[in-house]
Protein backbone atom coordinates (compact mmCIF):
# COMPACT_ATOMS: atom_id res chain seq x y z
CA UNK A 1 0.00 0.00 0.00
CA UNK A 2 1.20 3.60 -1.26
CA UNK A 3 1.34 6.08 1.63
CA UNK A 4 0.65 9.71 2.03
CA UNK A 5 1.50 12.46 4.71
CA UNK A 6 -1.02 14.56 6.49
CA UNK A 7 0.38 17.40 7.94
CA UNK A 8 4.08 17.61 8.75
CA UNK A 9 4.33 13.98 10.17
CA UNK A 10 1.36 12.01 10.14
CA UNK A 11 1.81 9.26 7.53
CA UNK A 12 -1.00 7.16 6.48
CA UNK A 13 -2.12 4.75 3.90
CA UNK A 14 -3.18 6.36 0.73
CA UNK A 15 -6.49 5.14 0.75
CA UNK A 16 -8.43 5.38 4.12
CA UNK A 17 -11.59 3.48 5.80
CA UNK A 18 -14.75 5.67 6.57
CA UNK A 19 -16.50 3.79 9.44
CA UNK A 20 -19.45 5.27 9.50
CA UNK A 21 -21.82 2.97 7.65
CA UNK A 22 -20.81 0.29 9.97
CA UNK A 23 -23.54 1.30 12.77
CA UNK A 24 -25.51 4.62 11.83
CA UNK A 25 -26.72 6.29 9.44
CA UNK A 26 -27.31 4.08 6.30
CA UNK A 27 -29.78 1.27 6.23
CA UNK A 28 -27.51 -2.01 5.23
CA UNK A 29 -25.65 -2.35 8.73
CA UNK A 30 -23.48 -5.36 9.34
CA UNK A 31 -23.19 -7.73 12.20
CA UNK A 32 -20.63 -6.08 14.71
CA UNK A 33 -18.95 -9.65 14.03
CA UNK A 34 -18.51 -9.15 10.27
CA UNK A 35 -18.26 -5.33 10.82
CA UNK A 36 -15.17 -6.31 12.92
CA UNK A 37 -13.46 -8.53 10.46
CA UNK A 38 -14.13 -5.90 7.97
CA UNK A 39 -11.36 -3.77 9.81
CA UNK A 40 -9.32 -6.81 9.97
CA UNK A 41 -9.47 -7.10 6.58
CA UNK A 42 -8.54 -3.43 5.83
CA UNK A 43 -5.47 -4.20 7.84
CA UNK A 44 -4.21 -6.55 6.55
CA UNK A 45 -5.20 -5.24 2.71
CA UNK A 46 -2.96 -2.12 3.84
CA UNK A 47 -4.77 0.31 5.47
CA UNK A 48 -3.88 2.50 8.11
CA UNK A 49 -5.92 5.03 8.42
CA UNK A 50 -9.76 4.72 9.62
CA UNK A 51 -12.57 6.94 10.17
CA UNK A 52 -14.85 7.63 13.08
CA UNK A 53 -16.60 10.36 15.51
CA UNK A 54 -18.27 10.48 18.89
CA UNK A 55 -21.76 11.27 16.87
CA UNK A 56 -21.91 8.30 15.23
CA UNK A 57 -24.35 6.21 17.59
CA UNK A 58 -23.76 8.36 19.46
CA UNK A 59 -20.55 6.99 20.89
CA UNK A 60 -21.28 3.14 19.29
CA UNK A 61 -18.83 3.81 16.52
CA UNK A 62 -16.00 4.27 18.22
CA UNK A 63 -16.39 1.46 20.43
CA UNK A 64 -16.60 -0.85 17.53
CA UNK A 65 -13.24 0.60 16.04
CA UNK A 66 -11.47 0.55 19.27
CA UNK A 67 -12.46 -3.12 19.68
CA UNK A 68 -11.90 -4.63 15.50
CA UNK A 69 -9.04 -2.31 15.65
CA UNK A 70 -7.44 -3.15 19.47
CA UNK A 71 -4.92 -6.08 17.95
CA UNK A 72 -3.07 -3.53 15.86
CA UNK A 73 -2.30 -0.40 18.34
CA UNK A 74 0.49 1.35 16.80
CA UNK A 75 0.49 -0.17 13.49
CA UNK A 76 -2.80 1.97 12.92
CA UNK A 77 -4.06 5.85 12.57
CA UNK A 78 -7.58 6.38 13.91
CA UNK A 79 -9.49 9.73 13.42
CA UNK A 80 -12.20 10.73 15.16
CA UNK A 81 -14.23 13.98 15.96
CA UNK A 82 -16.07 16.21 18.85
CA UNK A 83 -18.06 18.77 18.86
CA UNK A 84 -21.68 18.18 19.76
CA UNK A 85 -23.60 17.73 23.23
CA UNK A 86 -24.11 13.90 23.31
CA UNK A 87 -25.61 11.77 25.35
CA UNK A 88 -25.56 7.69 25.18
CA UNK A 89 -29.06 6.44 23.53
CA UNK A 90 -30.41 9.36 22.12
CA UNK A 91 -29.55 10.41 18.40
CA UNK A 92 -26.66 13.29 17.98
CA UNK A 93 -26.33 16.24 15.56
CA UNK A 94 -28.92 18.29 18.02
CA UNK A 95 -26.73 20.90 19.45
CA UNK A 96 -23.28 21.90 19.06
CA UNK A 97 -21.13 22.48 21.90
CA UNK A 98 -17.05 23.24 21.37
CA UNK A 99 -16.68 25.17 24.44
CA UNK A 100 -12.94 23.86 25.46
CA UNK A 101 -13.93 22.16 28.89
CA UNK A 102 -16.46 19.89 26.80
CA UNK A 103 -13.77 19.08 24.28
CA UNK A 104 -11.28 17.61 26.94
CA UNK A 105 -13.83 15.98 28.79
CA UNK A 106 -15.09 14.58 25.29
CA UNK A 107 -11.55 13.63 24.72
CA UNK A 108 -11.39 11.26 27.46
CA UNK A 109 -14.53 9.21 26.61
CA UNK A 110 -13.29 8.79 22.83
CA UNK A 111 -9.97 7.21 24.40
CA UNK A 112 -11.51 4.54 26.43
CA UNK A 113 -13.93 3.76 23.58
CA UNK A 114 -11.22 3.70 20.75
CA UNK A 115 -8.96 1.87 23.87
CA UNK A 116 -5.67 3.90 23.23
CA UNK A 117 -3.67 5.80 24.97
CA UNK A 118 -3.36 9.23 22.21
CA UNK A 119 -6.09 9.78 19.77
CA UNK A 120 -3.84 9.90 16.25
CA UNK A 121 -6.03 13.04 14.70
CA UNK A 122 -9.10 15.09 16.54
CA UNK A 123 -11.40 17.03 14.55
CA UNK A 124 -13.65 19.44 15.60
CA UNK A 125 -16.52 18.07 13.96
CA UNK A 126 -18.32 21.09 12.90
CA UNK A 127 -17.48 24.85 13.75
CA UNK A 128 -19.89 26.35 16.94
CA UNK A 129 -20.70 29.65 16.30
CA UNK A 130 -20.67 30.18 20.08
CA UNK A 131 -16.91 29.34 20.05
CA UNK A 132 -13.73 31.41 18.91
CA UNK A 133 -12.13 28.45 16.80
CA UNK A 134 -8.93 30.20 18.43
CA UNK A 135 -10.53 28.74 21.48
CA UNK A 136 -11.03 25.34 20.41
CA UNK A 137 -7.63 25.14 18.77
CA UNK A 138 -5.95 25.85 22.30
CA UNK A 139 -8.11 22.99 24.13
CA UNK A 140 -6.81 20.70 21.78
CA UNK A 141 -2.99 22.24 22.12
CA UNK A 142 -3.82 21.42 25.46
CA UNK A 143 -4.42 17.82 25.06
CA UNK A 144 -1.41 17.34 22.55
CA UNK A 145 1.01 18.91 25.90
CA UNK A 146 -0.73 16.45 27.74
CA UNK A 147 -0.15 13.56 25.48
CA UNK A 148 -4.14 12.27 24.89
CA UNK A 149 -4.13 13.30 21.25
CA UNK A 150 -1.64 13.50 18.70
CA UNK A 151 -2.91 15.93 15.89
CA UNK A 152 -5.27 18.56 15.47
CA UNK A 153 -8.20 18.38 12.67
CA UNK A 154 -10.89 20.55 11.41
CA UNK A 155 -14.33 19.31 9.71
CA UNK A 156 -16.05 20.82 6.73
CA UNK A 157 -14.80 24.73 7.96
CA UNK A 158 -13.98 28.09 5.48
CA UNK A 159 -10.72 28.32 4.42
CA UNK A 160 -10.56 31.66 7.01
CA UNK A 161 -11.53 29.72 9.80
CA UNK A 162 -8.16 26.69 9.21
CA UNK A 163 -6.10 29.95 9.28
CA UNK A 164 -7.50 31.17 12.20
CA UNK A 165 -6.79 27.88 13.92
CA UNK A 166 -3.55 26.95 11.95
CA UNK A 167 -2.28 29.69 13.82
CA UNK A 168 -3.04 28.39 17.17
CA UNK A 169 -2.11 25.07 16.84
CA UNK A 170 -0.71 23.16 13.68
CA UNK A 171 -3.63 21.90 11.33
CA UNK A 172 -2.23 18.62 10.22
CA UNK A 173 -5.53 17.77 8.36
CA UNK A 174 -8.98 18.98 7.25
CA UNK A 175 -11.71 16.85 6.42
CA UNK A 176 -14.46 17.93 3.81
CA UNK A 177 -17.00 16.08 1.55
CA UNK A 178 -15.10 16.35 -1.63
CA UNK A 179 -15.91 14.53 -5.20
CA UNK A 180 -16.40 14.58 -8.56
CA UNK A 181 -20.02 15.73 -7.74
CA UNK A 182 -19.50 18.30 -5.08
CA UNK A 183 -16.04 20.05 -6.29
CA UNK A 184 -16.62 23.39 -3.51
CA UNK A 185 -13.43 22.99 -1.69
CA UNK A 186 -11.40 23.89 -4.58
CA UNK A 187 -12.42 27.50 -4.53
CA UNK A 188 -10.95 28.57 -1.48
CA UNK A 189 -10.43 25.97 1.15
CA UNK A 190 -7.62 23.55 -0.80
CA UNK A 191 -5.40 26.48 -2.12
CA UNK A 192 -5.04 27.13 1.63
CA UNK A 193 -4.14 23.95 2.66
CA UNK A 194 -1.43 23.99 -0.36
CA UNK A 195 -0.41 26.93 1.46
CA UNK A 196 -0.40 26.11 4.71
CA UNK A 197 1.31 22.38 4.25
CA UNK A 198 -2.35 20.73 5.96
CA UNK A 199 -3.39 17.29 4.45
CA UNK A 200 -7.20 17.14 2.89
CA UNK A 201 -9.08 14.17 3.85
CA UNK A 202 -11.99 14.18 1.39
CA UNK A 203 -15.10 12.07 3.03
CA UNK A 204 -18.33 10.76 0.93
CA UNK A 205 -15.69 10.38 -1.74
CA UNK A 206 -17.81 8.17 -4.02
CA UNK A 207 -21.09 10.56 -3.85
CA UNK A 208 -22.60 8.20 -0.95
CA UNK A 209 -22.31 5.63 -3.27
CA UNK A 210 -23.69 7.28 -5.91
CA UNK A 211 -20.41 7.21 -8.16
CA UNK A 212 -19.92 3.56 -7.74
CA UNK A 213 -23.35 3.11 -10.35
CA UNK A 214 -25.30 0.96 -8.20
CA UNK A 215 -28.08 3.73 -7.72
CA UNK A 216 -30.24 4.63 -10.44
CA UNK A 217 -33.77 6.99 -10.42
CA UNK A 218 -35.95 3.84 -9.50
CA UNK A 219 -33.67 2.82 -6.48
CA UNK A 220 -35.34 2.71 -2.73
CA UNK A 221 -33.68 3.24 0.82
CA UNK A 222 -34.49 2.13 3.87
CA UNK A 223 -36.53 4.67 6.29
CA UNK A 224 -33.51 5.12 8.66
CA UNK A 225 -31.20 5.40 5.76
CA UNK A 226 -29.54 8.99 5.84
CA UNK A 227 -29.96 9.19 1.76
CA UNK A 228 -33.71 9.91 2.15
CA UNK A 229 -32.97 13.20 3.67
CA UNK A 230 -30.57 14.47 0.94
CA UNK A 231 -32.01 16.76 -1.62
CA UNK A 232 -29.53 15.35 -4.35
CA UNK A 233 -30.98 11.99 -3.63
CA UNK A 234 -34.35 12.63 -5.02
CA UNK A 235 -35.42 10.46 -7.69
CA UNK A 236 -35.56 13.46 -10.27
CA UNK A 237 -32.15 14.52 -9.21
CA UNK A 238 -30.32 11.20 -9.24
CA UNK A 239 -31.89 10.45 -13.03
CA UNK A 240 -30.14 13.83 -14.10
CA UNK A 241 -26.88 13.26 -12.24
CA UNK A 242 -26.06 9.65 -13.91
CA UNK A 243 -24.80 11.50 -16.65
CA UNK A 244 -21.69 11.85 -14.66
CA UNK A 245 -22.00 8.14 -13.72
CA UNK A 246 -22.05 7.56 -17.30
CA UNK A 247 -18.41 9.48 -18.14
CA UNK A 248 -16.71 7.86 -15.10
CA UNK A 249 -17.90 4.33 -16.87
CA UNK A 250 -16.61 5.25 -20.43
CA UNK A 251 -13.01 5.98 -18.78
CA UNK A 252 -13.48 2.41 -16.57
CA UNK A 253 -14.45 0.60 -19.49
CA UNK A 254 -11.33 2.36 -20.97
CA UNK A 255 -9.20 1.48 -18.17
CA UNK A 256 -10.31 -2.03 -17.69
CA UNK A 257 -11.56 -0.67 -14.18
CA UNK A 258 -14.82 0.45 -12.32
CA UNK A 259 -16.99 3.94 -11.67
CA UNK A 260 -15.82 3.63 -8.12
CA UNK A 261 -12.21 2.90 -9.22
CA UNK A 262 -11.99 6.07 -11.72
CA UNK A 263 -13.65 8.23 -8.88
CA UNK A 264 -11.29 7.54 -6.87
CA UNK A 265 -8.05 7.40 -8.74
CA UNK A 266 -9.37 10.97 -9.96
CA UNK A 267 -9.03 12.16 -6.38
CA UNK A 268 -5.77 10.71 -5.61
CA UNK A 269 -4.38 12.51 -8.76
CA UNK A 270 -5.41 15.84 -8.04
CA UNK A 271 -2.71 16.09 -4.80
CA UNK A 272 -0.08 14.22 -3.04
CA UNK A 273 -1.47 15.40 0.17
CA UNK A 274 -5.24 13.89 -0.38
CA UNK A 275 -6.17 10.77 1.07
CA UNK A 276 -10.24 9.90 0.38
CA UNK A 277 -11.64 7.60 3.29
CA UNK A 278 -14.58 5.81 1.43
CA UNK A 279 -16.83 3.92 3.78
CA UNK A 280 -18.25 0.38 3.03
CA UNK A 281 -19.52 -2.38 4.71
CA UNK A 282 -18.64 -5.43 2.33
CA UNK A 283 -15.04 -6.87 1.81
CA UNK A 284 -15.82 -6.32 -1.94
CA UNK A 285 -15.83 -3.16 -1.79
CA UNK A 286 -13.02 -2.75 -0.09
CA UNK A 287 -11.15 -4.72 -2.37
CA UNK A 288 -12.85 -2.63 -5.27
CA UNK A 289 -11.56 0.98 -3.54
CA UNK A 290 -8.04 0.31 -2.82
CA UNK A 291 -7.68 -0.72 -6.47
CA UNK A 292 -7.56 3.10 -6.78
CA UNK A 293 -4.13 2.89 -5.57
CA UNK A 294 -2.17 1.03 -8.07
CA UNK A 295 -4.72 3.06 -11.11
CA UNK A 296 -2.60 5.77 -13.18
CA UNK A 297 -4.81 8.20 -14.60
CA UNK A 298 -3.11 9.69 -17.55
CA UNK A 299 -3.07 13.18 -18.71
CA UNK A 300 -5.43 12.70 -21.54
CA UNK A 301 -7.65 10.73 -19.07
CA UNK A 302 -7.80 13.90 -16.39
CA UNK A 303 -8.28 16.13 -19.22
CA UNK A 304 -11.22 14.34 -20.48
CA UNK A 305 -12.93 13.91 -16.92
CA UNK A 306 -12.21 17.61 -16.86
CA UNK A 307 -13.93 18.24 -20.04
CA UNK A 308 -16.99 16.46 -20.06
CA UNK A 309 -17.75 17.02 -15.82
CA UNK A 310 -17.54 20.68 -16.95
CA UNK A 311 -21.11 20.12 -19.10
CA UNK A 312 -22.46 18.27 -16.42
CA UNK A 313 -25.17 20.25 -13.91
CA UNK A 314 -24.85 18.63 -11.02
CA UNK A 315 -28.95 18.81 -9.51
CA UNK A 316 -30.12 18.90 -6.06
CA UNK A 317 -28.38 20.34 -2.55
CA UNK A 318 -25.33 17.92 -0.97
CA UNK A 319 -27.49 18.70 2.19
CA UNK A 320 -30.73 20.06 3.43
CA UNK A 321 -30.20 23.32 4.40
CA UNK A 322 -29.72 23.13 7.95
CA UNK A 323 -26.86 20.87 7.67
CA UNK A 324 -25.03 22.85 4.62
CA UNK A 325 -25.36 26.24 7.47
CA UNK A 326 -22.83 24.52 9.63
CA UNK A 327 -20.30 24.20 6.59
CA UNK A 328 -20.38 27.86 6.47
CA UNK A 329 -17.93 28.92 9.23
Given amino acids: MKTRVLGDTLEVSA??????????????????????????????????????????????????VGEGLAPYRGKVAIATKFGYELEAGKPGWIRLNSRPEHVKKMAEGSLQRLRVDAIDLYYQHRADPEVPVEDVAGAVKDLIQEGKVKHFGLSEVAARTI???????PVAAVQSEYSLWYREP???????????????????????GFLAGKIAATTTFESTDLRNSIPRFAPEARKANQALVELLGRVAARKKATPA??????????????????????????????????????ADDLREIENAAANITIQGARYPEHIERLSEH
Fill in 15 to 64: LGLGCMGMSWSYSARPERKDALALLGAAVDRGVTFFDTAQVYGPFTNEDL
Fill in 163 to 169: RRAHAVQ
Fill in 186 to 208: EKEVLPALQELGIGFVPFSPLGK
Fill in 261 to 298: RIALAWLLARKPWIVPIPGTTKLHRLEENLGAVGLELT
